[in-house]
Structures are given as C-alpha cells and as structure tokens.
C-alpha cells in the first residue's frame, strides 16, 4: 500500500501532476479541512490517553502498540499522497484488531490451559487460594473498623489498639494513614473518600463479608475481615506460601502442594489446588482432543455430523429452491408475485426467532405439530438423536428455500430461451433440454453461491442452538455435547455454557475449524477460479 | 408437515411442462379471442403450479401465522396457542413492556443503536475501502482484495473465545469499551465489516464509469469530494443493500452478542428473548411471541420494502 500510482495518463507528466494537486487543494474546502483536523485531534487524543492509562497498567507493548498506531495513522492522513491508505485505514484498523488479531489469539488460547481454575497469573491464585481459606486468628486484637467507599470499591479505615491509623482495600494492603479525622478512637472521616453509613452496610452485607484487606504485601501475614462493619479481626490463611521452594503448606494437615508446571499447585499424591493459573501447555489440548476417549468420540461425529448438515441443508433447499423456480418461472402463470411474496417471508423473518418458533412447535408435550397435526401424538421432534436430526434439517430447509428459490429464479432468467428451443429443434426432449442444456448452464452460475452457502451452513451456530441446544445431551461424552451439535455450538458450550469453561480446549477446536473451513475454501476458489478475475 | 414435504418429490414431473413452454404457448397465442381455456389444459399449463403454488405458501406461512395467533391469546401457554386465532386481544403487547426481570423495551432500543450503528459504520469503512481497491492502483492491491476474500470465508464468531478474552482485558483497563459495553459490540461487528461487504461493493463500484470521476477531476473537484459527492449518490442501491444485509444480520447475531453483553438492561432482543425462552420454557408462550412479533416487524417490513435490491445483492453473492 505504499506509492500510488493512479491510471490517471496526465500523471505521467510533472504539469498534469502540479494540476491536479492543485485542483485538489483548491477543492477540499476549509470546511473539510477544519473536520479532518478535528477528527486527527480527537483521534491523537485518544490514543494519548489510551497510552497513558495503559502504561500506568503497567502494560508497556500495547501501550507502545497505540501510541505508534495512532502516529501512524496521523502520518497518513496528513502527508500528501498515500490516497489508497487513507481509504483503506480505518476499515482495516477494526479488520486487523477484531478479525486478524482474534484469529492468531484462538491460535495462542488454544495452546493454554486458560478456563474455569485458570483464568489468571499465579500470584492472583496464590491469593485467591489464601483468601478462600481463613480462619480468624485466636485471641487476635480488636480494630475499630469504619468501612469507606472510592468510586465503587470498599476499603477498610480502623485504628489498632496502639492508636494506629490505618486505610487498605482488598487490592492495596494497609498503609498508614496520616490525615484521618478520628472520633472516639473510631475513623470518621477519610480524605477522598466517602464513610458508608449503617443503612449502606445492610445493603452491602455480602459484599462487606467477603472483603479482607492484606495486612502487607506478604500473602503469608494474614488480613482484616469483618462480619459486622464495626470490628474487624485478623484472619490467617490454613495455607503458606514458601516463596523459596515455591511450595504451598497446609498447616493443619501438613501437606506440601508444588508448582506442577501445569499452571496449579500439587500434591505428590497429585491432589490439586484450585484455583490454579494460566500456563502455557503446548499441544496438549489437541492431544487430548485426539486421545481421550469422551472427547475423541464426540469430536468425531460432531465433525461428521457438521458436514453432513451443510451438505444436506445446501442439497435440500436448492432442490426445492430450484424446483419452485421452474414452477413458477412461467409467464402464463396468474399472481405469480403473490406466492413469490408469502414464500420469501422464512427469509425475512429474523432466522434465532423461526428456531425458537419451531421449536415451540416441535415440543413433544405441547406443541402444535403432535397436538394439532398428529392428533395428539408424543413423537419427540427434538428429543430423539435421530429424529432431532431430521427436524433441523427441515427447520433450516424451511429457512433456506427462499434463498435459492430467488437465486435460481434470476438464474434460469438470465439463460436465454433460444438455447432450449435450439435443444428442441434438434429433436431433444423437454427433461433432455433441461438437464444437459439449462442445468450446467445454471450450476455456473449458482456454484459459487452453492459452495457460501455451505460454509454458511458449516457454522450455522443460531439455528442449532436455538432449535435444539445441540441436543438431545450425549450423557457419556466428557465434555457438554449432544447429537445435533455442529462444531461452532460445540465451541460455544465448551467456552461459555455451563460451570466449567474450558477456553484452552474451544480455542483448539475454533483452530480445527479454521482448518476444515480453509481447505474448503481453497477447494472452492480453486473451482470457481475467483481469484483469477482479480485483476 | 407431510404436505410440505411433498414439491422436492415431483420434481421429475414440474420439469416437464416448464421447458415446454415454447411449443405449448403457441396455439392459445393464435387464438385472437382470450376464450377460457379447458379445465384440463388449464390445469396442465398453469393449474397444477397453483397447487404447488398453495403447498409452498402454507409451509412458509404457517409458522409465522402460527406465532401471530400466539401473540394475540393473552396468558397464553404453548398448548393454548394451538387454537389458532381462539383468542384475540392485545394484553400480551401490553404485558411484554411490563416485566422487569425482562426488559424488553430495552432490547429493543439497544438491538436498534447497534444494529444501526454497526450498519452505518460497516457501509462506510466498506465504500472507502471498495473506492479504493476499485479507482486506485497501488502495490498490495491484489493482495489486499486477495486477503479480503479469504477473510470472508472466516466469520468473526469462529473467533468467539478469542473476542471474548480479547474484550474481557480491554474491560479491565477501559470498561467503557470492554465486556459488558455495547460500544465494545459495535467495534468487535466493525472488524467484520470490511471482510463481509467490500467484495459485495467493490464490483458494483466497478460498473461506475471511471469517466465520471475524470470529468469531476477536470471540473476540479479532490478526490475527497469525488468520493463523497459523485461515487456515494452512484452507487447508492449497493449501499442500501449492504446496510440492509449487515442490518439483518446485526439484528439476528446471537453468539458475540451473548458472549460479550452481561447486565439483561444492556442486552438485545436475541439474547434477551433466547433466554426468556430458556427460562420459562412453554409458559409465557404468548408473551414471547408478541415479542417475536415486534422484533420482527422492522426486518421484515425493511426487507419486503428493498426486496428489489436485495435479490440482485444476493445474486452477486451473499448469504444470509
């Protein structure tokens, strides 16, 4: 995208060049030039803010990242020339951060064992471990607790016995605090902040309860918890950490739990520790998606399955979608705009509101097909593995006939009737005709919208999802699947429906897609030949 | 459901008289008088495509007529509304707007703000970048249109998990624009926008004479109002198109939505009525309906409006 080189002839020459830069200048206007100032200033501002907040997060590469994004997006726009990057870039900024970007961290996640138990660093498990695990310390001293608030987030005011002050939260241990404004030996005011009233406690019990605040930066000193908002005692972990040996120790019961280097602590005898954290665990997730049975098993007839549904869904609704169009493909006909009408409605209608419509239909118990068109029959439209099967087959061909019912109509329209009176005089037959002089001829055309509508279907995640929740549940597979799941609406329950996540092992999968979806692709350019007509 | 299921099987027999057209139009043609045609050539000709006609408007109908009845049988349940039409009243419009647990009056204005937001945005980063690739030559322009069209064939929600992480620590730096934020949404449908829409306008830009924009030139006018004032009015039914599709599509994108969107009052009417439905599986039947209702309304209405454009814009290739 660098040096433009426009088809224009009079660029070739210097005054052609110097005219047209000129009749350029003269034409943008002040009014364009005061917005495309304004819009870089807004756009420099924001990037300048973004940075700063980013490296006060501590989070130097992608601060960096914006700070030369946002130059280099000033630069383009105000040198002279570069005209294709100044169409391209803005579309292509959201391309590279929301498509590019996502598509090479699927790639990284699924090298990761990040979900449930591993969402984060190990000094935030080493943390959450000890916070989930206190006891109060016995016989410890009483402090005087006033509870305050900065901008949503409770923090801790108390004085000690020995007269100290002191303010921590649960992200920022306790620290002196010097300017307090002390009643009674109780904290009644905080600089910054507001001092939560009785009334604001109640409401906020859960909250409060939760709360403790670090006594030091040390994870082993232990925390200040509350039940009551008044007092506030000294609670220690069961468990602590020995930064040396980078070991976990119950003090109760005396068991060592060791940093396995699959991102949790263990025991020798290979008890874990949960929460654990994020590592990096190499290929593991593939190696359990090819090797454990309960995944093995289901990631194969789900794959199975996936084709299977795109390829009937695409054979289906252009069977009948073709089959309408020659219907209807005749002038004679009356009120041909009437039917055409009430048929593409499937297509208009929002496709998650028809899967959720059908399967109101298709209930077993209640729905209109058993009570009102099988009288009251209890066939399990839905419940079956195999039933279920077909009737996502025939929601999705009620959802896609319109689709091929119209661009089969403009097809056939565009073959010219010559060729088949041509047929015929030639002695072909009607059906003959068709088939070996209109068929091909339409196939051209249609192919490459057969082969969308395909991939289309491949990752046709709403329909599924909606009709049937991938359902009926395979009960023996280790992972939350059932018989009319395709891998998008795998991906989608192993990540983000039930208690556990497992973002590791749908990232892997999302990668299987990426394959899968790539080489139809190269197979479909390859025949549709669609690159070559770049030019 | 069987009746439905019939037309795919007849196929070999509809074949027939639709390719015989030109023999079999000739005799009523000579005719100079129209006189009724005999039943039984009538309904060889163009009788029996009525009745295929018939099937088809039921299979494709009844749903939507089903769901209509649905929404007018107030405190209706699923097996109230088999009675089709047993019931008329409007209550259940009046009782979707007061359910606090779900605000539907809120999905509604939200899935408007993002379904035209993302739409608005995706036709303009679109036409910049088809105006581009269509009247610029300049090196990395094959590779670009080349890495536009495999983009295409990976749609952002194979990405979904990545999205999801991607926005859950933009969330912790920047809430405004991370999980839970619909700004966030926008943004995240933006990134789909160029790979979706540029190939769709980029042929269309094509047909535009590059001989307009010469005059223009020669007139005086930059590029900048080349593009804003004489390419954008041009090629304004592809624009349309566009927009409607992306606007079709917005409204109906669950899997992002739902992943992305936490607090119900932040919600759109796809994530908010999938779960009003998961949640009380067949007793509100008749509210989820004239919820269905309504937020079909602007999709359809919208769609039987541009039907013309659409129907080329799918021609030239793209799925819903």
């Known amino acids: 995208m660098s040096a433009p080189t426009t088809t224009r002839p009079d660029d070739r020459t210097a005054d052609g060049r110097r005219a047209r830069r000129t009749a350029e200048t003269a034409s943008i206007g002040w009014k364009l030039l005061l917005l495309k100032i304004t819009a870089l200033g807004l756009l420099n501002a924001v990037s300048v803010y973004a940075a700063m907040v980013l490296f006060f997060n501590e989070r130097w590469l992608i601060g960096t990242l914006v700070v030369v994004g946002g130059a280099f997006l000033t630069w383009i726009y105000f040198q002279r020339g570069a005209l294709p990057a100044k169409y391209l870039a803005p579309g292509v900024v959201f391309l590279l951060i929301f498509q590019v970007f996502v598509i090479l961290y699927s790639g990284y996640v699924a090298f990761t064992n990040y979900g449930t138990g591993h969402n984060s660093t190990k000094d935030h498990a080493i943390h959450a471990i000890m916070l989930q695990t206190q006891d109060r310390v016995p016989d410890s001293p009483t402090y005087q607790l006033t509870v305050v608030e900065r901008s949503g987030e409770l923090g801790f005011a108390v004085t000690t016995e020995a007269g100290e002050i002191l303010l921590g939260s649960a992200e920022t241990p306790l620290e002196e605090l010097p300017d307090a404004v002390v009643e009674d030996g109780r904290v009644v005011g905080v600089p910054d902040h507001e001092v939560l009233s009785f009334a604001e406690l109640v409401e906020r019990q859960q909250e409060l309860t939760t709360l403790a605040v670090p006594l030091s930066e040390d994870p082993n000193a232990g925390a200040l918890r509350t039940q009551d908002g008044q007092r506030a005692y000294v609670y220690t972990s069961r468990f602590v950490y020995d930064e040396a040996a980078d070991t976990m120790t119950n003090t109760q019961t005396g068991d060592t ?279 | 459901m069987a009746q439905s299921l019939r037309p795919p099987t007849r196929r070999p027999a509809a074949v027939q008289p639709a390719t015989r057209r030109p023999d079999a139009g000739r005799p009523t043609s000579r005719r100079p008088v129209a006189r009724p045609r005999p039943f039984r050539r009538w309904f060889a000709q163009t009788g029996w495509r009525h009745l295929v006609g018939v099937a088809v408007v039921v299979f494709a109908a009844f749903p939507l007529v089903y769901v209509f ?39 509604y204005v939200n899935t408007l703000f993002i379904g035209f937001s993302a739409s608005a945005g995706s036709v303009m980063l679109g036409a910049l970048a088809a105006y581009a690739f269509s009247r610029m030559r300049f090196t990395g322009r094959r590779f670009g249109l080349i890495t536009i069209l495999l983009v295409q064939m990976f749609p952002q929600l194979l990405a979904m998990v990545a999205i999801f992480l991607l926005m859950l620590s933009i969330g912790e730096i920047f809430p405004a624009i991370g999980l839970n934020s619909q700004i966030g949404l926008i943004m995240v449908y933006l990134g789909g926008a160029l790979g979706v829409n540029t190939y769709l306008m980029y042929g269309f830009f094509n047909t535009i004479p590059v001989s307009i924009d010469e005059a223009a030139r020669i007139d005086g006018a930059g590029h900048a109002r080349i593009f804003f004032t004489i390419i954008l009015p041009l090629v304004s039914p592809i624009l349309a198109v566009v927009a409607l599709l992306s606007l079709v599509a917005t409204l109906s994108e669950f899997v992002i939505a739902s992943v992305l969107l936490r607090d119900p009052d932040k919600q759109t009417l796809a994530v908010g009525l999938y779960q009003f439905i998961s949640q009380e599986t067949s007793q509100n039947w008749s509210i989820f309906a004239a919820g269905a209702v309504l937020a079909a309304i602007i999709p359809v209405a919208l769609f039987l409006a541009l039907q013309r454009y659409i129907v080329s814009g799918l021609v030239a290739g793209s799925v819903k």
């Open chain 2, 69 to 107: 009845s649905a929404s007018l049988n107030p405190g209706g349940t699923l097996i109230t509304a088999n009675t089709l039409f047993g019931n008329l009243s409007l209550q259940s419009y009046v009782d979707l707007f007061n359910r606090p647990q779900q605000p539907f009056a809120a999905w």
């Open chain 1, 257 to 535: 739990y060791a940093d396995g280097g699959e991102g949790a602590f263990v025991t020798e005898a290979g008890e874990e520790l949960m929460p654990g954290w994020r590592v990096n665990v190499g290929l593991e997730n593939f190696v359990r998606a090819v090797t454990e049975e309960s995944i093995r098993g289901p990631l194969l007839y789900v794959t199975a399955w996936t084709f299977a549904f795109a390829f009937l869904s695409v054979a289906s609704t252009f069977i009948l979608g073709l089959f309408l169009a020659i219907v209807f493909n005749d002038p004679r006909m009356k009120s041909r705009r009437y039917y055409r009408l009430v048929m593409i409605l499937p297509y208009a209608f929002p496709g998650f509101l028809s899967a959720l419509v059908w399967a109101g239909m298709m209930n077993q118990e209640f729905g209109f097909i058993n009570n009102v068109l099988f009288g009251g029959a209890a066939i399990p439209w839905l419940s079956d593995p195999w039933l279920a099967k077909f009737s996502i087959l025939l929601v999705n061909l009620w959802l896609g006939f319109p689709y091929m019912f119209l661009v089969c109509t403009g097809a056939l329209q565009s073959i010219p009737e010559e060729l088949t009176e041509a047929a015929q005089m030639d002695g072909a037959k009607p059906f003959q005709a068709f088939r070996q002089i209109k068929f091909p001829l339409l196939l051209v055309s249609i192919a490459p919208l057969l082969i969308s509508s395909f991939a289309f279907n491949f990752n046709n995640f709403n329909l599924v999802y909606m009709l049937t929740g991938g359902g009926p549940r395979d009960i023996e597979a280790g992972i939350n699947v059932g018989s009319t799941d395709i891998l998008i609406s795998m991906v989608y329950k192993v990540a983000f429906v039930g208690s556990q996540s497992d973002y590791g092992l749908a990232s892997a999968f999302s990668i299987l897609i990426f394959f899968i979806v790539g080489t139809i692709s190269v197979i479909a350019f390859r025949r549709t030949r669609a690159l070559e007509e770049l030019n």
